[in-house]
């Protein structure tokens, strides 16, 4: 039975059919059936009143038309709509839709599209309660339905109340009062209060709002929040107006401070009606602070997320306990919920619970509980309300799989995702409640959820397909319908719920690792009821998308060798999925076997494959259940042959692309809430994006995947090299690291031996020969650009018992000092200092690198074994830092030693010199055990092993859908996270292993043949011309006994009787004795008796000959009584030592060495009592340890003693075995999984693993060096100790006993001795001050040569030579007869003859020359001034009835016309129609013309004329047979524009006819070409190059001016100098601008052609660009010129000159004033004088440039003498006399007097000086004499070095 539409009531409405069936034996059946109408509305009608509108008058008739735009054979009928006024009718109960509304409609017309409605019928207006009628017509068509509603009204629209808020400012715990007044009665109106359309504070009749809670405003708008205020009458009627409040936080409310704030407003508002909407408000308001983020910045982090948890569960719990009764408070919790659970990581278990609680219940309710008939209000809040609840939802959710990943699964996780999940099958309810069928569906969708809701008809499912327009959503296809059997009725929709998770929302299962979306679909009666759908006969299909991106895990199989794959199984319930991707046509089959490799005849398992452009349309995968592998888990092997096969010989490389994986479709049983995996099979559509399942029933899916890593078969290891020609890549690249690796080692053995001739202890040449106290004195130079230095350092220690004499520290074998050295000098003294306070550096500023920048020093004493420590940090240069080259540094406290910045620093260095394993191949201290050698030999070990985990795992597939960890920007996913983790295992800690063996492997010890003798550093044993030099003689007896008298008086601190400066030469040896004896019974007399003392303790003597810092031989307790016995400030022991070498030489001396030999005796007999004074001292008597012995080594940390911890010097070879293994495994698996990849994976494997490893190099590790570094200083401030270096001391302390007789003893007065004098470094200072000055002008000069170069060639690139030759060439051809165009007929004869000659040639698209072609089309452009352009005047009005005014923007003519000028035809179209219309600028993309009269607009009536000249012709012939040049027109433009490819040059072509009203043309010829195809030409990457270098000459010119700027501040803008460089500056980046504007502009307009090439175009804004291009360049190049002035100042004429101008500017001046009055004036007389009549003259600019070319002599007298004879040679005759004869000459001889003055006063600069300073530099370096140059560097001190200074410049 068919049912017309016409028999059909409206869309929304419910019928029933009941059918009637009687039988023949008069038996009678019935059925009845619901039928839903509703139709998707097409067709959107217009209603209109055309009579009686708003507001209706009820005594007349309302006309109402209904139109519907361009629709035709519409239908409209009129229905009175009375859905909202009365009650529906109940539905028949056949009609058990839940929720359906149908429509109530009253017919009023049909089948017209006008409504007239009379008095009569609205009468009912006035007794109705609303005094409104809604007014419904329908328009249908064929195939399309649409409605529209229209009210009729007698009420008028409502006002614009008056609104306020109180107060205007608050925060969000503020109470505001909101009020509107109005003069409307009580009940009339409804208000609503909005924040957002959908988000209101309140909607009803009440038009204030005592109390309400607002949100954070935006902070962009100054935290100002707009309310927005609706007010609408009950027929519908709206206005709107909005109050503004500004609502911002509290600074004070922070950290849980906010708890007791918010707690306090809960319990204050008041119980009542309006408390929950206060509630929910006050929760909106906190959740806008809340939802920010980072509020309480000045709180920890920890505290903030801890107060944040606590707020949200306070809220979610004061929210819990609003009963959701009314539909405007379910819709405000619904939205406070959004925004509560909107950061769901501060959303803490508790808080999931209780949302989770509210979720379910108010879902619930609002799906039962309120499912009453409603109107179209409430079924719009009740979807918005799902909605918010919705996002909700997947905030809560997203929080609990955050917890899941945080903490083990336990029950309270559990029952949130149940709840969540019984919430979201409510809200599918809700959205369900009242749908007809067949409507679209509705589909919802948050990151972590989508959900997809449709209701249909049971035919509607046959092989019906869900799913989400999302590429990570679930796609779900049904059977036929014949499959589903447990539907039930036909009749009765059926609903579609889907649901489609981005992860497993489900507890984890410990059998099945479900990875990637997991979807849900059920099938449910209309009234919430569940459809089992199970045991079907066909599968539905699922696809499970994985992730969306994902890295190539191909394996590459070449089919011309006997290849075999090998595949692991993991799992024996799973499905293997083999995808093969091959480009040939042929097929494959496959062969696999258990264990073994398989082949045609041998195997367990076959396939046959075709390749995808077979007509099967299947994919080329091999699908393996469970069942169809044999053996379950293990190792299977894959062949693949091609059939046919093919021949190597002539198929050499064809391989086809393979990827292997795992995956299983599981299912969620609701009963045992766990995962399954029976009934689902994985289908044959499985990717390694998406998995396609087929199952035989209905609930949530997943899927599990895994990629197993890539195998490779030892086995076929000559099959895979034999690919070596075809895959090079890995190969090469291991063979070319082996070969890097060779010869970096070998550079590395060579600075190994450098390092070991560094580690050393240079013993100082200037030590006492007599000294046996022993200091090692360790100097660090900083790591500064420039600490190095070549100055001769002298240091003196200072201690509580005495100083030291200054000792120079050098080392003739080799540099000292060098940036990052450590150098250690032993330096002994007479007697010991006691504990050191102090340490004094100096150095006489030498060598050419004379600063120094000293990092620390360190001093250690070898027989107290005690180290002092001086912080340095400080430069030693008269030109950097403070300018000192004596400074004295004090011992550093522990306190120093925990600072920052030197903890810091240590750990830094440290870290980068040993801990970077990388970087410390360069950096590595020379003092270290590990060697560069083995360092290169770890790294190149770390390197291939590194590189055998990365290729291992290359490719293995990330899940995206896996859950991320987020830490700020970074986020990873635990799998990437347990990738790294393995590949670190594999390869961390046999690498750690290594290195570790080589830094605590012990050195081996050295044999003792060996030993003997080191290398002497100096050599002190003296050769036999030493002895013979430093002969023993008696002065030199006497210095030695004077040595130590001076000694002894400085160490006891005592004044000596007979103490003088030259006291050891004016007394002889008896003398000095005496005063020792004198010293001594001095000492004895104030109770320190030496003798006494001497026998209390046990006195020996250390002669150190050979030391050896590595062996350590002594014992604690020795150590002990050592430090005893020296603490005593008892220096007997060291007086008597002294005493018996002093007699030793006296011995070897003889009498015969004495002039008188009494003298001799004498000292023989003091020398013997002096010593009976102080006692037998033997050293045998003191301890053991300090007894004379050949060799004795110096105290030393056990750590590096031979006998010390540590690993054997064996284990070293251990490491470097374990480095060959371990690199020539992970190379040769390296180069096998390479070969096995293939080239192109290869190729992009290499070059990920080289960024990954430049960014592990150089970012990655130096950032957790210093991360490191700043710990340790900041926490735990530790200070390590100084690493102990160990260096054998190069030759002996002391040779035998005779050897100290014949040493040279050093003389005290010389100059490296004396620290440098205040004057001396004044003057270095000023002389170093000078030479800095010298370069620095050197370099200024010279930069501004490159700078001056570069901007030539810039400027000489941006033309072109050949334009000038372009220009005339074009400007003759096209100018013949141009001058003699004077009316408008001879500008038509030009046109024919040489515009049309010239403009076409035999060549299409050329212009007559042949070279060059035409762009576009050319084109005729005219301007003309409207027709009441001017007034007439009244005397000529009768005879003159018009005027024509020249041209100007005002009079210009815009208007449209017709042919001929006819302004009444001006709509005719033909296609010279546009000649007479006006086109805008803008429309023809022109410019403004500057012409010899005015500036003309760039519109005007434009005329093509084509590209050929027969068009052209014919066009030109109708306008002048049309009159199209009359009168009115003031300019004629022919515009066009050729390309010249052998010049690559544009050139645009302007020719003008301008006229004055006159009649007669002015006309001129105007061209400009430009290059835009720069790159044409290979010289123009010069110029590109020179242009970035320009470019960073100017920023380094910025940066001058910028410090200029920031010292000089508003003194800077005085100079003219600095002036001038701002303009370059500005001018170049000025320059820049309008070059890239020109580009743009240029490739804009050529695009233009390329797409419009028959018409005209305009390259007029391009070429302004280049002009101005040009005009910017040419000043810039004049103001860069200027600028030689200033750099050419230091010469001396120059000066002159420069300072003569100066002098004589305040008349100058003047001058120049008087001069430019005068100019004025005879430029004024002569224009109006013969202006009139004369070219020269006709316009004062003219008339002023023919005045200066008077005073050049250029001028022609005749044509002013025969224009008025008397007049004109009065003007001229007087300019002559009074401008060149007075004024000139006047003016020229203030200059003169000025320069006569400054060469007599004239003194010279201190520039001047540094001039003469860099010349006699420059002189030097050529070698040439000159007498000034031993002038230059007077003021310096000998210790300066000039000469090396000479050499350096």
């Given at each position: 039975?068919?049912?017309?539409?016409?028999?059909?009531?409206?869309?929304?409405?419910?019928?029933?059919?009941l059918?009637?069936?009687?039988?023949?034996?008069?038996?009678?059946?019935?059925?009845?059936?619901?039928?839903?109408?509703?139709?998707?509305?097409?067709?959107?009608?217009?209603i209109?009143?055309?009579?009686?509108?708003?507001?209706?008058?009820?005594?007349?008739?309302?006309?109402?038309k209904?139109?519907?735009?361009?629709?035709?054979?519409v239908?409209?009928?009129?229905?009175?709509?009375?859905?909202?006024?009365e009650?529906?009718?109940?539905?028949?109960?056949?009609?058990?839709?839940?929720?359906?509304?149908?429509?109530?409609?009253?017919?009023?017309?049909?089948?017209?599209?006008?409504?007239?409605?009379?008095?009569?019928?609205?009468?009912?207006?006035?007794?109705?309660?609303?005094?409104?009628?809604?007014?419904?017509?329908?328009?249908?068509?064929k195939?399309?339905?649409?409605?529209q509603?229209?009210?009729?009204?007698?009420?008028?629209?409502?006002?614009?109340?008056?609104?306020?808020?109180?107060?205007?400012?608050?925060?969000i715990?503020?109470?505001?009062r909101?009020?509107?007044?109005?003069?409307?009665?009580p009940?009339?109106?409804?208000?609503?209060?909005?924040?957002?359309?959908?988000?209101?504070l309140?909607?009803?009749?009440?038009?204030?709002?005592?109390?309400?809670?607002?949100?954070?405003?935006?902070?962009e708008?100054?935290?100002?929040?707009?309310?927005?205020?609706?007010?609408?009458?009950?027929?519908?009627?709206?206005?709107?107006?909005h109050?503004?409040?500004?609502?911002?936080?509290?600074?004070?409310?922070?950290?849980?401070?906010?708890?007791?704030?918010l707690?306090?407003?809960?319990?204050?508002?008041?119980?009542?009606?309006?408390?929950?909407?206060?509630l929910?408000?006050?929760s909106?308001?906190?959740?806008?602070?809340?939802?920010?983020?980072?509020?309480?910045?000045?709180?920890?982090?920890?505290?903030?997320?801890?107060?944040?948890?606590?707020?949200r569960?306070?809220?979610?719990?004061?929210?819990?306990?609003?009963?959701?009764?009314?539909?405007?408070?379910?819709?405000?919790?619904?939205?406070?919920?959004?925004?509560?659970?909107?950061?769901?990581?501060?959303?803490?278990?508790?808080?999931?619970?209780v949302?989770s609680?509210?979720?379910?219940?108010?879902?619930?309710?609002?799906?039962t509980?309120?499912?009453?008939?409603?109107?179209?209000?409430?079924?719009q809040?009740?979807?918005?309300?799902?909605?918010h609840?919705?996002?909700?939802?997947?905030?809560?959710?997203?929080a609990?799989?955050?917890?899941?990943?945080?903490?083990?699964?336990?029950?309270?996780?559990?029952?949130?995702?149940?709840?969540?999940?019984?919430?979201?099958?409510?809200?599918?309810?809700v959205l369900?409640?009242?749908?007809?069928?067949?409507?679209?569906?509705t589909?919802?969708?948050?990151?972590?959820?989508?959900?997809?809701?449709?209701?249909?008809?049971?035919?509607?499912l046959?092989?019906?397909?869900?799913?989400?327009?999302?590429?990570?959503?679930?796609?779900?296809?049904?059977?036929?319908?014949?499959?589903l059997n447990?539907?039930?009725?036909d009749?009765?929709?059926?609903?579609?719920?889907?649901?489609?998770?981005?992860e497993?929302?489900?507890?984890a299962?410990?059998?099945?690792?479900?990875?990637?979306?997991?979807?849900?679909?059920?099938l449910?009666?209309?009234?919430?009821?569940?459809?089992?759908?199970?045991?079907?006969?066909?599968?539905?299909?699922?696809?499970?998308?994985?992730?969306?991106?994902?890295?190539?895990?191909?394996?590459?199989?070449?089919?011309?060798?006997?290849?075999?794959?090998?595949?692991?199984?993991?799992?024996?319930?799973a499905?293997?999925?083999?995808?093969?991707?091959?480009?040939?046509?042929?097929?494959?089959?496959?062969?696999?076997?258990?264990?073994?490799?398989?082949?045609?005849?041998?195997?367990?398992?076959?396939?046959?494959?075709?390749?995808?452009?077979?007509?099967?349309g299947?994919?080329?995968?091999?699908?393996?259940?469970?069942?169809e592998?044999?053996?379950?888990?293990?190792?299977?092997?894959?062949?693949?042959?091609?059939?046919?096969?093919?021949?190597?010989?002539?198929?050499?490389?064809?391989?086809?692309?393979v990827?292997?994986?795992?995956?299983?479709c599981?299912?969620?049983?609701?009963?045992?809430?766990?995962?399954?995996?029976?009934?689902?099979?994985?289908?044959?559509?499985?990717?390694?994006?998406?998995?396609?399942?087929?199952?035989?029933?209905?609930t949530?899916?997943?899927?599990?995947?895994?990629?197993?890593?890539?195998?490779?078969?030892?086995?076929?290891?000559?099959?895979?090299?034999?690919?070596?020609?075809?895959?090079?890549?890995?190969?090469?690249?291991?063979?070319?690291?082996?070969?890097?690796?060779?010869?970096?080692?070998?550079?590395?053995?060579?600075?190994?031996?450098?390092?070991?001739?560094?580690?050393?202890?240079?013993?100082?040449?200037?030590?006492?020969?007599?000294?046996?106290?022993?200091?090692l004195?360790?100097?660090?130079t900083?790591?500064?650009?420039?600490?190095?230095?070549?100055?001769k350092?002298?240091?003196?220690?200072?201690?509580?018992?005495?100083?030291?004499?200054?000792h120079?520290?050098?080392?003739?074998?080799?540099?000292?000092?060098?940036r990052?050295?450590?150098?250690?000098?032993?330096?002994?003294?007479?007697?010991?200092?006691?504990?050191?306070?102090?340490?004094?550096?100096?150095?006489?500023?030498?060598?050419?690198?004379?600063?120094?920048?000293?990092?620390?020093?360190?001093?250690?004493?070898?027989?107290l074994?005690k180290?002092?420590?001086?912080?340095?940090?400080?430069?030693?240069?008269?030109?950097?830092?403070?300018?000192?080259?004596?400074?004295?540094?004090?011992?550093?406290?522990?306190?120093?030693?925990?600072?920052?910045?030197?903890?810091?620093?240590?750990?830094?260095?440290?870290?980068?010199?040993?801990?970077?394993?990388?970087?410390?191949?360069?950096?590595?201290?020379?003092?270290?055990?590990?060697?560069r050698v083995?360092?290169?030999?770890?790294?190149?070990s770390?390197?291939?092993?590194?590189?055998?985990?990365?290729?291992?795992?290359?490719?293995?597939p990330?899940?995206?859908?896996?859950?991320?960890?987020?830490?700020?920007?970074i986020?990873?996913?635990?799998?990437?996270v347990?990738?790294?983790?393995?590949?670190s295992?594999?390869?961390?800690?046999?690498?750690?292993?290594?290195?570790?063996?080589?830094?605590?492997?012990?050195?081996?010890?050295?044999?003792e043949?060996?030993?003997r003798?080191?290398?002497?550093?100096?050599q002190l044993?003296?050769?036999?011309?030493?002895?013979?030099?430093?002969?023993?003689?008696?002065?030199?007896?006497?210095?030695?006994?004077?040595?130590?008298?001076?000694s002894?008086l400085?160490?006891?601190?005592?004044?000596?009787?007979?103490?003088?400066?030259?006291?050891g030469?004016?007394?002889?040896?008896?003398?000095?004795?005496?005063?020792?004896?004198?010293?001594?019974?001095?000492?004895?007399?104030?109770?320190?008796?030496?003798?006494?003392?001497?026998?209390?303790?046990?006195?020996?003597?250390?002669?150190?000959?050979?030391v050896?810092?590595?062996?350590?031989?002594?014992?604690?307790r020795?150590?002990?009584?050592?430090?005893?016995?020296?603490?005593?400030?008892?220096?007997?022991?060291?007086?008597?030592?002294?005493?018996?070498?002093?007699?030793?030489?006296?011995e070897?001396?003889?009498?015969?060495?004495?002039q008188?030999?009494?003298?001799?005796?004498?000292?023989?007999?003091q020398?013997?009592t002096?010593?009976?004074?102080?006692g037998?001292?033997?050293?045998?008597?003191?301890?053991?340890?300090?007894?004379v012995?050949?060799?004795?080594?110096?105290?030393?940390?056990?750590k590096?003693?031979?006998?010390?911890?540590?690993?054997?010097?064996?284990?070293?070879?251990?490491?470097?075995?374990?480095?060959?293994?371990t690199?020539?495994?992970?190379?040769?698996?390296?180069?096998?999984?390479?070969?096995?990849?293939?080239?192109?994976?290869?190729?992009?494997?290499?070059?990920?693993?080289?960024?990954?490893?430049?960014?592990?190099?150089?970012?990655?590790?130096?950032?957790?060096?210093?991360?490191?570094?700043?710990?340790?200083?900041?926490?735990?401030?530790?200070?390590?100790?100084?690493?102990?270096?160990?260096?054998?001391?190069a030759?002996?302390?002391?040779?035998?006993?005779?050897d100290?007789?014949?040493?040279?003893?050093?003389?005290?007065?010389?100059?490296?001795?004396?620290?440098?004098?205040?004057?001396?470094?004044?003057?270095?200072?000023?002389?170093?001050?000078k030479?800095?000055?010298?370069?620095?002008?050197?370099?200024?000069?010279?930069?501004?040569?490159?700078?001056?170069?570069?901007?030539?060639?810039?400027?000489?690139?941006?033309?072109?030579?050949?334009?000038?030759?372009?220009?005339?060439?074009?400007?003759?051809?096209?100018?013949?007869?141009?001058?003699?165009?004077?009316?408008?007929?001879?500008?038509?004869?030009?046109?024919?003859?040489?515009?049309?000659?010239?403009?076409?040639?035999?060549?299409?698209?050329?212009?007559?020359?042949?070279?060059?072609?035409?762009?576009?089309?050319?084109?005729?452009?005219?301007?003309?001034?409207?027709?009441?352009?001017?007034?007439?005047?009244?005397?000529?009005?009768?005879?003159?009835?018009?005027?024509h005014?020249p041209?100007?923007?005002?009079?210009?003519d815009?208007?449209?016309?017709?042919?001929?000028?006819?302004?009444?035809?001006?709509?005719?179209?033909?296609?010279?129609s546009?000649?007479?219309?006006?086109?805008?600028?803008?429309?023809?993309?022109?410019?403004?013309?500057?012409?010899?009269?005015?500036?003309?607009?760039?519109?005007?009536?434009?005329?093509?004329?084509?590209?050929?000249?027969?068009?052209?012709t014919r066009?030109l012939?109708?306008?002048?047979?049309?009159?199209?040049?009359?009168?009115?027109?003031?300019?004629?433009?022919?515009?066009?524009?050729?390309?010249?490819?052998?010049?690559?040059?544009?050139?645009?072509?302007?020719?003008?006819?301008?006229?004055?009203?006159?009649?007669?043309?002015?006309?001129?010829?105007?061209?400009?070409?430009?290059?835009?195809?720069?790159?044409?030409?290979?010289?123009?990457?010069?110029?590109?190059?020179?242009e970035?270098?320009?470019?960073?000459?100017?920023?380094?010119?910025?940066?001058i001016?910028?410090?200029?700027?920031?010292?000089?501040?508003?003194?800077?803008f005085?100079?003219?100098?600095?002036?001038?460089?701002?303009?370059?500056?500005?001018?170049?980046?000025?320059?820049?601008?309008?070059?890239?504007?020109?580009?743009?502009?240029?490739?804009?307009?050529v695009?233009?052609?390329?797409t419009?090439?028959?018409?005209?175009?305009?390259?007029?804004?391009?070429?302004s660009?280049?002009?101005?291009?040009?005009?910017?360049?040419?000043?810039?190049?004049?103001?860069?010129?200027?600028?030689?002035?200033?750099?050419?100042?230091?010469?001396?004429?120059?000066?002159?000159?420069?300072?003569?101008?100066r002098?004589?500017?305040?008349?100058?001046?003047g001058?120049?004033?008087?001069?430019?009055?005068m100019?004025?004036?005879?430029?004024?007389?002569?224009?109006?004088?013969?202006?009139?009549?004369?070219?020269?003259?006709?316009?004062?600019?003219?008339?002023?440039?023919?005045?200066?070319?008077?005073?050049?002599?250029?001028?022609n007298?005749?044509?002013?003498?025969d224009?008025?004879?008397?007049?004109?040679?009065?003007?001229?005759?007087?300019?002559?006399?009074?401008?060149?004869?007075?004024?000139?000459n006047?003016?020229?001889?203030?200059?003169?007097?000025?320069?006569?003055?400054?060469?007599?006063?004239?003194?010279?600069?201190?520039e001047?000086?540094?001039?003469?300073?860099l010349?006699?530099?420059?002189?030097?370096?050529?070698?040439?004499?000159?007498?000034?140059?031993?002038?230059?560097?007077?003021?310096?001190?000998?210790?300066?070095?000039?000469?090396?200074?000479?050499?350096?410049?």
């Amino acid at each position: 039975m068919l049912i017309e539409p016409s028999c059909l009531p409206p869309p929304n409405s419910a019928i029933t059919l009941l059918i009637l069936v009687h039988g023949v034996q008069g038996e009678e059946w019935q059925d009845e059936q619901c039928l839903y109408v509703t139709a998707e509305q097409k067709l959107y009608p217009q209603i209109s009143c055309e009579k009686n509108c708003k507001p209706v008058n009820v005594s007349e008739e309302v006309m109402l038309k209904a139109t519907c735009d361009d629709q035709k054979s519409v239908t409209y009928n009129w229905y009175l709509d009375t859905s909202f006024q009365e009650k529906v009718d109940p539905l028949p109960a056949v009609c058990g839709l839940s929720g359906f509304r149908p429509s109530s409609l009253k017919l009023l017309q049909e089948n017209t599209s006008i409504l007239l409605m009379n008095s009569s019928f609205l009468s009912d207006l006035r007794a109705s309660a609303t005094g409104a009628l809604r007014i419904k017509v329908t328009a249908m068509t064929k195939w399309a339905y649409g409605e529209q509603t229209y009210i009729v009204s007698t009420l008028y629209p409502p006002n614009v109340p008056a609104c306020s808020i109180i107060p205007e400012q608050g925060n969000i715990l503020t109470s505001f009062r909101i009020s509107c007044n109005t003069s409307a009665e009580p009940g009339l109106l409804i208000y609503c209060f909005c924040l957002k359309p959908d988000s209101c504070l309140y909607c009803g009749h009440e038009p204030e709002l005592p109390s309400v809670y607002l949100p954070l405003g935006e902070k962009e708008n100054n935290f100002v929040l707009k309310i927005f205020i609706s007010v609408a009458n009950k027929a519908g009627d709206i206005v709107h107006t909005h109050v503004a409040v500004k609502v911002e936080q509290e600074d004070t409310i922070k950290g849980n401070q906010i708890l007791h704030e918010l707690s306090e407003k809960i319990s204050s508002v008041p119980i009542g009606k309006n408390s929950s909407m206060a509630l929910i408000q006050l929760s909106k308001s906190m959740s806008s602070v809340l939802n920010l983020g980072g509020q309480d910045e000045g709180s920890p982090p920890s505290l903030r997320a801890s107060s944040a948890q606590e707020v949200r569960e306070l809220i979610l719990r004061t929210l819990a306990s609003i009963p959701a009764d009314e539909m405007q408070l379910v819709l405000g919790m619904a939205e406070a919920l959004k925004d509560v659970t909107f950061r769901h990581e501060e959303l803490s278990p508790l808080a999931q619970l209780v949302a989770s609680h509210m979720l379910r219940n108010i879902s619930k309710s609002l799906a039962t509980g309120m499912s009453s008939p409603e109107d179209d209000t409430v079924r719009q809040k009740r979807q918005m309300t799902a909605m918010h609840l919705f996002h909700a939802v997947g905030n809560v959710l997203e929080a609990s799989r955050n917890q899941e990943h945080k903490e083990p699964l336990s029950s309270g996780t559990n029952q949130v995702v149940v709840q969540l999940l019984s919430a979201l099958e409510n809200l599918q309810s809700v959205l369900l409640l009242g749908r007809p069928p067949r409507d679209h569906p509705t589909i919802l969708s948050v990151p972590t959820i989508s959900m997809y809701i449709n209701r249909v008809q049971l035919q509607g499912l046959d092989g019906a397909s869900f799913h989400l327009n999302m590429s990570n959503s679930a796609v779900f296809t049904l059977p036929s319908i014949a499959s589903l059997n447990s539907l039930g009725d036909d009749d009765e929709p059926v609903d579609i719920r889907m649901v489609s998770f981005l992860e497993n929302p489900f507890p984890a299962s410990g059998n099945f690792d479900v990875q990637g979306t997991v979807g849900g679909l059920h099938l449910t009666r209309p009234g919430g009821q569940l459809i089992p759908v199970r045991d079907l006969k066909d599968n539905i299909e699922i696809v499970l998308p994985r992730f969306a991106k994902l890295k190539d895990t191909q394996t590459v199989l070449n089919l011309t060798t006997s290849t075999t794959l090998q595949v692991n199984m993991t799992s024996g319930n799973a499905s293997l999925v083999i995808h093969l991707e091959w480009d040939f046509d042929l097929a494959l089959t496959l062969y696999l076997g258990y264990g073994y490799h398989p082949n045609e005849t041998n195997y367990d398992v076959k396939t046959h494959l075709h390749p995808k452009t077979n007509l099967t349309g299947q994919l080329a995968t091999w699908i393996l259940s469970a069942e169809e592998l044999p053996f379950g888990e293990g190792t299977y092997y894959m062949k693949v042959i091609p059939a046919p096969e093919l021949d190597p010989a002539t198929h050499h490389d064809v391989t086809v692309s393979v990827t292997c994986f795992i995956s299983q479709c599981v299912f969620w049983d609701e009963l045992q809430e766990d995962w399954r995996g029976d009934g689902c099979q994985v289908g044959s559509q499985t990717t390694l994006y998406s998995t396609h399942c087929l199952c035989n029933h209905l609930t949530f899916f997943g899927s599990t995947f895994f990629v197993m890593p890539n195998i490779v078969d030892v086995s076929q290891t000559a099959e895979l090299f034999g690919t070596f020609v075809d895959n090079p890549v890995i190969v090469t690249t291991v063979g070319c690291l082996c070969v890097l690796y060779v010869m970096v080692a070998f550079w590395a053995r060579k600075k190994d031996i450098q390092d070991n001739a560094k580690v050393k202890i240079t013993v100082l040449e200037d030590n006492d020969p007599f000294a046996q106290y022993h200091y090692l004195v360790t100097v660090f130079t900083g790591h500064r650009r420039g600490a190095a230095t070549t100055s001769k350092v002298t240091v003196t220690l200072y201690g509580l018992e005495g100083e030291s004499e200054p000792h120079h520290l050098s080392d003739p074998d080799s540099p000292v000092f060098e940036r990052g050295g450590v150098d250690i000098f032993l330096l002994a003294t007479l007697f010991p200092l006691g504990e050191l306070q102090s340490i004094r550096l100096w150095h006489d500023s030498s060598g050419d690198r004379p600063s120094w920048y000293v990092n620390r020093v360190s001093v250690y004493d070898l027989t107290l074994d005690k180290k002092w420590y001086f912080l340095c940090n400080s430069w030693l240069s008269i030109d950097v830092g403070d300018c000192v080259l004596d400074r004295r540094f004090p011992v550093a406290t522990e306190q120093d030693m925990k600072q920052f910045s030197h903890l810091f620093f240590m750990k830094t260095s440290k870290g980068f010199q040993d801990g970077h394993i990388w970087y410390s191949i360069f950096s590595r201290s020379p003092r270290s055990s590990f060697t560069r050698v083995q360092r290169v030999s770890c790294c190149f070990s770390l390197l291939l092993c590194t590189m055998l985990t990365s290729i291992m795992f290359w490719g293995v597939p990330k899940d995206p859908a896996e859950q991320k960890m987020d830490l700020g920007k970074i986020e990873f996913t635990w799998q990437e996270v347990m990738i790294g983790l393995e590949s670190s295992l594999l390869m961390f800690p046999i690498n750690l292993l290594i290195v570790q063996i080589f830094r605590n492997t012990r050195p081996r010890s050295p044999k003792e043949e060996n030993t003997r003798k080191g290398p002497v550093s100096p050599q002190l044993s003296p050769s036999p011309e030493a002895a013979q030099e430093a002969f023993l003689t008696s002065e030199t007896v006497t210095k030695d006994i004077w040595r130590i008298v001076n000694s002894l008086l400085k160490t006891l601190k005592t004044s000596s009787p007979a103490s003088g400066s030259d006291l050891g030469k004016s007394m002889d040896i008896n003398k000095l004795l005496a005063l020792i004896e004198e010293i001594i019974c001095r000492q004895n007399k104030t109770g320190k008796d030496f003798n006494e003392e001497g026998r209390k303790k046990d006195v020996s003597i250390i002669t150190l000959r050979s030391v050896n810092l590595k062996e350590q031989t002594r014992i604690p307790r020795i150590k002990k009584e050592m430090k005893n016995w020296l603490q005593s400030n008892d220096y007997s022991h060291y007086l008597y030592l002294h005493l018996q070498h002093v007699q030793k030489e006296l011995e070897l001396l003889g009498p015969q060495g004495f002039q008188d030999p009494k003298n001799h005796a004498q000292a023989m007999v003091q020398v013997k009592t002096l010593k009976s004074l102080l006692g037998n001292q033997d050293s045998s008597q003191g301890p053991l340890s300090m007894r004379v012995q050949p060799t004795v080594s110096i105290v030393r940390s056990s750590k590096q003693g031979s006998t010390g911890p540590g690993l054997p010097w064996w284990f070293a070879l251990i490491g470097w075995l374990l480095i060959l293994s371990t690199s020539g495994v992970a190379a040769f698996f390296t180069m096998l999984y390479g070969l096995h990849y293939g080239k192109d994976n290869s190729i992009r494997w290499l070059l990920s693993m080289a960024v990954s490893f430049v960014e592990s190099v150089f970012i990655t590790q130096p950032l957790k060096v210093l991360g490191f570094a700043a710990f340790f200083a900041l926490v735990l401030k530790k200070v390590d100790q100084e690493e102990d270096y160990s260096a054998p001391i190069a030759g002996h302390l002391c040779g035998p006993d005779s050897d100290i007789f014949f040493r040279a003893r050093r003389d005290s007065q010389s100059g490296i001795y004396q620290p440098p004098l205040d004057v001396d470094v004044e003057k270095m200072k000023k002389n170093r001050l000078k030479e800095q000055r010298a370069f620095a002008l050197i370099r200024e000069i010279l930069a501004y040569v490159g700078f001056l170069w570069m901007l030539l060639l810039v400027a000489y690139g941006q033309r072109d030579p050949n334009a000038y030759y372009f220009n005339r060439h074009l400007e003759n051809s096209f100018s013949t007869g141009l001058q003699g165009v004077l009316s408008f007929q001879e500008f038509f004869v030009w046109a024919k003859t040489t515009l049309v000659s010239n403009l076409y040639s035999s060549y299409p698209g050329f212009i007559t020359d042949g070279n060059s072609k035409l762009v576009g089309s050319a084109q005729i452009r005219q301007v003309r001034v409207r027709n009441d352009s001017c007034p007439v005047t009244q005397e000529l009005w009768a005879s003159l009835h018009e005027c024509h005014a020249p041209y100007s923007l005002e009079t210009e003519d815009m208007s449209d016309y017709g042919k001929g000028w006819n302004s009444s035809a001006c709509n005719e179209s033909s296609s010279l129609s546009q000649a007479w219309q006006y086109q805008s600028q803008t429309q023809l993309r022109g410019q403004p013309f500057w012409g010899k009269l005015t500036v003309y607009r760039g519109g005007g009536y434009i005329v093509h004329l084509g590209t050929d000249s027969k068009n052209a012709t014919r066009i030109l012939q109708y306008l002048f047979n049309n009159t199209w040049l009359d009168a009115f027109t003031r300019a004629v433009f022919v515009e066009f524009t050729v390309y010249n490819a052998n010049v690559n040059l544009f050139c645009i072509v302007t020719l003008t006819f301008e006229t004055n009203a006159v009649g007669a043309f002015l006309p001129q010829a105007e061209l400009q070409s430009i290059r835009l195809y720069p790159l044409t030409n290979g010289l123009h990457v010069f110029v590109v190059a020179a242009e970035a270098i320009y470019f960073l000459f100017l920023a380094y010119y910025m940066g001058i001016q910028g410090r200029l700027m920031k010292s000089q501040k508003w003194s800077y803008f005085r100079s003219k100098w600095n002036l001038l460089e701002l303009a370059i500056i500005l001018i170049s980046w000025s320059a820049l601008s309008v070059f890239v504007k020109r580009t743009v502009l240029g490739a804009r307009d050529v695009k233009y052609y390329l797409t419009h090439k028959d018409k005209a175009v305009s390259f007029g804004e391009t070429a302004s660009a280049d002009a101005v291009l040009g005009y910017l360049i040419a000043i810039l190049v004049l103001l860069s010129t200027v600028k030689l002035w200033h750099l050419l100042r230091l010469n001396p004429k120059l000066n002159v000159l420069t300072s003569t101008l100066r002098r004589a500017w305040g008349d100058i001046s003047g001058f120049i004033i008087v001069i430019a009055i005068m100019f004025l004036a005879y430029s004024i007389a002569t224009n109006l004088i013969f202006g009139w009549k004369l070219d020269s003259y006709k316009t004062l600019f003219d008339a002023a440039e023919t005045m200066v070319s008077l005073q050049l002599g250029i001028f022609n007298y005749e044509e002013v003498l025969d224009s008025n004879p008397i007049l004109g040679s009065f003007l001229i005759g007087s300019c002559i006399i009074f401008m060149t004869f007075v004024v000139l000459n006047l003016f020229i001889s203030v200059i003169l007097v000025a320069f006569s003055e400054e060469q007599k006063y004239h003194q010279p600069s201190e520039e001047e000086e540094i001039v003469d300073l860099l010349l006699m530099k420059i002189f030097s370096f050529l070698g040439i004499k000159c007498k000034k140059s031993e002038n230059i560097m007077t003021s310096g001190t000998s210790q300066l070095g000039t000469a090396q200074e000479d050499d350096r410049v």
